[in-house]
């Protein structure tokens, strides 16, 4: 598809991947509903597996050919394509889930016997399975916190044991739900220094809060950059979904992997985060400005002991610097402090008439949720504690709807308090 290379991704959501003289016309992609594409003759079917299986290289001019909707699906091409617009990447792979995004980059990127360096905290699942499934295989995490410094992660790795034997450095930033930045380009220096010979360390970073929009990990050092597509991507609360971009040469890598673990996305679900991908800038855009102002109000309330928000990090704090180098929006993500504890917490939560109480984040609709006893219910408390989880800690998504309604309903729900 030729397009001048100065449109905007959000200008191209729409079209981009898509001939609409393969399907009668149409406008939009059809649903490619099937699991098994027929071939023209067997020599067609012949090349299009030689591709597939990595026995030569396509041609510049070769159509690609579809075989089978676990390998390839016109759902899922197009809606990778337009994926990798707003991160700049070469590639990218569609998955069912963002776990499972997640998960094939831990597999494909660690082996038996090497060490994955991540940030803490990170989404629960994740924490989950580098600390209760990976050791099964060998390896073993060590997390360290999203505010050290090079040098403090440098001394974890050397008391580990682990120099020479590092496979991964993980991060997702901000962290969840209390919004800590991890720098990236501080991650790949380190990457670079913990590689040995041609043995590369990969930095992936859960961009799932930020992206794609206001922060693009690949432009400060990342190999990788992995999502939860349920959350602003998917953007309706309806669809579970993840992705995984970067170079050609990793997405190859975790395509093969995702070929046989089997849990590429299926087709309804292509189909969905396109249309999903349409209004992607619009309704991040909507969402933050609306953060803000719910922000500042929540700020200026006097039953609320303090606010966690991008847009509030004062100029004097260290993370200053990293929040003005990796992203271009203070976000849609808040989280407060409500004077008192759970009790108080509860009643503001259950007073709400407009938020939904619910976890998950990043769509239309406005959520509020308590990290302590739901999302990070399995943190233990000593990390609880170092994270700032705490009793009286609200955490809210902020949707698209009328910002004066938004704060009305906090309001109110204050009040109750
Ligand atoms: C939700 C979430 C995940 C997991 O994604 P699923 O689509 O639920 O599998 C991973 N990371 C972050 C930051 C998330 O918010």
Redesign the pocket.
Same mark, same amino acid.
Request: charged fraction near 10%.
């Given at each position: 598809m030729d397009y001048p290379k100065h449109f905007k991704p959000e200008s191209l959501m729409m079209s981009y991947g898509y001939k609409s003289s393969l399907s009668e016309g149409a406008i939009k992609t059809p649903i490619f509903q099937t699991s098994t594409f027929a071939f023209e003759s067997a020599e067609a079917g012949k090349k299009f597996f030689e591709v597939a299986y990595g026995l030569r290289e396509k041609d510049p001019n070769e159509e690609l050919g579809l075989i089978y909707s676990r390998l390839n699906n016109p759902d899922l091409e197009i809606l990778e394509d337009r994926l990798t617009l707003w991160d700049k990447a070469e590639e990218a792979a569609v998955f069912e *889930?963002?776990?499972?995004?997640?998960t094939t980059v831990l597999m494909e990127f660690l082996k038996p016997g090497q060490f994955v360096l991540y940030s803490s905290p #990170?989404?629960g699942?994740?924490d989950h399975f580098i600390n209760h499934v990976l050791p099964k295989y060998g390896v073993s995490g060590i997390a360290f916190k999203a505010t050290a410094t090079k040098e403090e992660i440098r001394k974890q790795v050397e008391d580990a044991g682990a120099v020479g034997k590092v496979g991964l450095i993980y991060t997702?930033t901000p962290a969840?739900p209390t919004i800590a930045l991890v720098d990236i380009a501080m991650c790949r220096v380190l990457a670079d220094e913990l590689s040995v010979g041609d043995e590369k360390v990969y930095v992936a970073v859960?961009n799932?809060?930020m992206g794609p929009l206001w922060s693009h990990p690949l432009d400060h050092g990342a190999d990788m950059v #992995?999502? *939860?597509?349920?959350?602003y991507i998917g953007g309706h609360s309806d669809v579970?979904?993840?992705a995984c971009l970067g170079s050609k040469e990793v997405i190859g890598r975790i395509k093969t992997l995702r070929t046989f673990f089997g849990n590429m996305a299926g087709p309804w679900t292509g189909w969905l985060l396109m249309r999903s991908l349409e209004t992607l800038k619009v309704r991040m855009e909507k969402q933050a400005t609306n953060a803000t102002q719910v922000a500042e109000f929540l700020a200026s309330n006097t039953k609320v002991e303090k606010v966690h928000y991008l847009g509030m990090i004062e100029e004097a704090d260290p993370q200053y610097a990293i929040y003005k180098r990796q992203y271009e929006s203070p976000g849609a993500m808040l989280s407060f402090e409500i004077k008192g504890g759970e009790k108080e917490a509860f009643k503001f939560l259950n007073s709400l008439k407009l938020i939904k109480l619910a976890v *998950?984040?990043?769509s239309t609709e406005s959520l509020a949720e308590h990290p302590k006893t739901m999302t990070h219910i399995d943190v233990s408390p000593d990390d609880q504690k170092t994270f700032g989880i705490t009793d009286n800690l609200v955490r809210i998504s902020v949707g698209v709807e009328n910002p004066e309604d938004l704060i009305w309903d906090i309001k109110q729900a204050l009040e109750q308090v």
């Open positions: *889930s963002g776990m499972s995004a997640i #990170v989404y699942g994740t997702e969840n859960d799932t809060l #992995v999502y *939860s597509a349920t959350k579970i979904a993840g *998950s984040l990043g």
